[in-house]
């Protein structure tokens, strides 16, 4: 069954460090995608970065970057030179199969606390 | 600015209420989804819609019902409402073009309160 989880509830980190923030997930599909986006404290969804699983390169957007571990199933999202806009919720997804016709499901979520 | 349009952004009702949350899509998606997020949660999927057919359901509950119209707006039906049905519900559109790769845009939610 597909399923993403985030084990980290949530992380302080000081500001200018990197941050690595955790997914594992599980499907049987050998075709899946997956997502991270951001929340911050005013509610709206931001998408960060995305991974397909037939990608041979990690995935990088300006300072996110998405370490890829197929065998081990996790998609960790990392963030260089953390920033105080950084501090925020950020949730990892995944949808299965080829085409955009198909459900996208979250994990739980990490809190992330940037310390000045 | 997404492009999703979700309204209304607050709504505060009495239990056993029945509600509706409407959301436009960006223009050209054919895919809908629905979210709900309680308090300091996470996502919690409860239906898919694409070109105006069900295409995936979550833990939705039989109280809620969902449509999408040949517009490609839909509209979430939440009825006898209970308390624990306040919580901030998020609709999303995805673009047909970009296959498994399109990302979800998201809307400014519905704050739904019952009180």
């Known amino acids: 069954a597909q399923k993403i989880t985030q084990t980290q509830p949530g992380m302080f980190v000081q500001e200018k460090e990197a941050v690595t923030l955790d997914c594992t997930y599980d499907t049987s599909d050998p075709s899946y995608g997956l997502f991270w986006y951001k929340q911050p404290s005013s509610g709206e969804m931001i998408f960060l970065i995305y991974q397909g699983s037939y990608d041979q390169q990690n995935a990088t957007e300006g300072r996110y970057s998405l370490n890829f571990q197929k065998a081990r199933k996790s998609a960790n999202l990392v963030i260089s030179a953390s920033q105080l806009g950084d501090s925020a919720m950020y949730f990892c997804a995944m949808r299965e199969g080829y085409s955009s016709a198909s459900k996208i499901i979250f994990g739980s979520g990490t809190r992330l606390s940037i310390r000045p | 600015d997404s492009g999703v349009t979700q309204t209304p952004k607050h709504l505060i009702t009495a239990t056993g209420q029945r509600v509706t949350l409407r959301c436009s899509p960006r223009s050209g998606d054919l895919s809908v989804y629905w979210y709900q997020q309680s308090l300091d949660q996470g996502l919690q999927f409860l239906i898919q819609y694409y070109n105006g057919e069900e295409r995936a359901k979550g833990n939705i509950l039989e109280r809620f019902s969902a449509q999408q119209f040949p517009d490609l707006h839909s509209e979430l039906n939440l009825s006898s409402l209970e308390l624990g049905d306040s919580a901030l519900y998020f609709c999303?559109?995805?673009?047909?073009?970009?296959?498994?790769?399109?990302?979800?845009?998201f809307g400014q939610g519905t704050r739904l309160t019952v009180v």
């Open positions: 999303a559109s995805s673009s047909q073009l970009q296959g498994a790769s399109a990302e979800a845009f």
